[in-house]
Nanobody, 118 residues
Framework: QVQLVESGGGLVQAGGSLRLSCAAS????????MGWYRQAPGKQRELVAS???????NYEESVKGRFTISRDNAKNTVYLQMNSLKPEDTAVYYC????????????WGQGTLVTVSS
């Protein structure tokens, strides 16, 4: 069983910054991809950013140049540094981890709310 603990959400004014963290613990042979998704009210959940074990990153178009994803493999932790936040970034952000334990598996965090005021 793998657990994810997210932290770092909150309320910030437009133009401000927040840093999200997600730590994975439990029975993990190997983490492949760690990522952040978000879901705004009335919208589908979308990928914000992801990072592979080798450090390759992928970003949703609207966050490129503003958000940075990174990971600490030794700590099984992924971070999302969010700068120049906009009201449209308001959403619940979910951590997602794809790992291997007797086969490929996936786990989601409980979600952390990010609210950007104008």
């Amino acid at each position: 069983q793998v657990q994810l603990v997210e932290s770092g959400g909150g309320l910030v004014q437009a133009g401000g910054s927040l840093r999200l963290s997600c730590a994975a613990s439990g029975s993990i042979d190997r983490i492949r991809v760690m990522g952040w998704y978000r879901q705004a009210p009335g919208k589908q959940r979308e990928l914000v950013a992801s990072i592979t074990s080798g450090g390759n990153t992928n970003y949703e178009e609207s966050v490129k140049g503003r958000f940075t994803i990174s990971r600490d493999n030794a700590k099984n932790t992924v971070y999302l540094q969010m700068n120049s936040l906009k009201p449209e970034d308001t959403a619940v952000y979910y951590c997602n981890v794809r790992y291997v334990l007797l086969g490929p598996r996936e786990v989601w965090g409980q979600g952390t709310l990010v609210t950007v005021s104008s």
